[in-house]
């Protein structure tokens, strides 16, 4: 799948998933921005990136619950590139708790990072993408976007959210060309779900090795872990795909977790 000339911002991108998507585009030729939290992780990966081409990468710093930093990432992708055709929406975190054990300002925490980024990044791409006739938005959903798991009610309902949000912006994009979709991994082996492993054997009172075999890995068809090129490759078919033959859809990246 070729990107060339295509321009695209995706956040969290200095490193996991987002860094692994990034350099799929870099190398089909698109433009990247890597939008992320801290500005001299975005430099570095973005002058990796730059080095392996034939695309070009610049890193700015964004905090994506914060609509005036996510505005000036928007608006220096497009004095730097002149345009923003794929927003991928990767940002995230994860924070573990049963729901009477769950602090608010966590919560709120979760739910900022997850839909509230993703509303902001939207809100501030869409506005180009019309004005050039289209565009891809590509929201980082999880299986937990279907399925729910105890100690995660913050990241399984943002990441429901994730749904609703594409969905209404595949109806109102439509007409302009612009498509939106949701990428749905399971566990993928990031120092995001490393950290989980120890706090899930601890709240859940069962060994490591169990919460990777039974609660990672146990609704999977062979017991393996998804990997970040996994699901880089679906979101540069996803910002390749240029129809509305496939918008509002949700794509289920997981070794057979979920299946529907």
């Not at 007409?175 to 120092?191: D, L, Q, Y």
Request: proline share 3%; charged share 20%.
């Amino acid at each position: 799948m070729k990107l060339d000339g295509k321009v695209a911002i995706i956040t969290g991108a200095a490193s996991g998933i987002g860094a692994t998507i990034a350099k799929h585009y870099v190398e089909a030729g698109a433009h990247v921005v890597i939008a992320d939290l801290k500005r001299e992780a975005a430099e570095a990966k973005a002058s990796e990136l730059s080095a392996i081409g034939p695309g070009k990468a610049i890193g700015v710093e964004m905090d994506v619950t914060n609509e005036d930093a996510v505005n000036a990432g928007v608006a220096k992708t497009v004095e730097t590139f002149g345009r923003v055709d794929i927003l991928v929406s990767n940002a995230g975190i994860q924070i573990v708790h049963r729901i009477e054990d769950f602090p608010f300002a966590d919560w709120k925490k979760m739910l900022a990072i997850h839909l509230d980024g993703a509303f902001l990044t939207t809100k501030a791409c869409v506005p180009h993408m019309k004005a050039q006739g289209g565009g891809a938005v590509i929201y980082m959903g999880s299986v937990h976007s279907h399925e729910a798991s105890p100690l995660k009610s913050a990241y399984v309902t943002a990441k429901h959210g994730l749904l609703g949000l594409a969905r209404v912006l595949a109806k109102e994009g439509g007409e302009h060309g612009i498509r939106a979709n949701v990428i749905c991994p399971g566990f993928v082996r990031t120092p995001l779900v490393d950290k989980q492993i120890p706090e899930q054997a601890a709240t859940l009172g069962i060994s490591e090795e169990e919460v990777v075999k039974k609660v990672m890995l146990g609704e999977t068809v062979d017991g393996e872990f998804t990997t970040v090129e996994d699901v880089a490759e679906v979101a540069l078919f996803l910002a390749g795909f240029e129809t509305n033959a496939l918008t509002g859809q949700s794509f289920t990246v997981s070794h057979g977790w979920h299946m529907g």
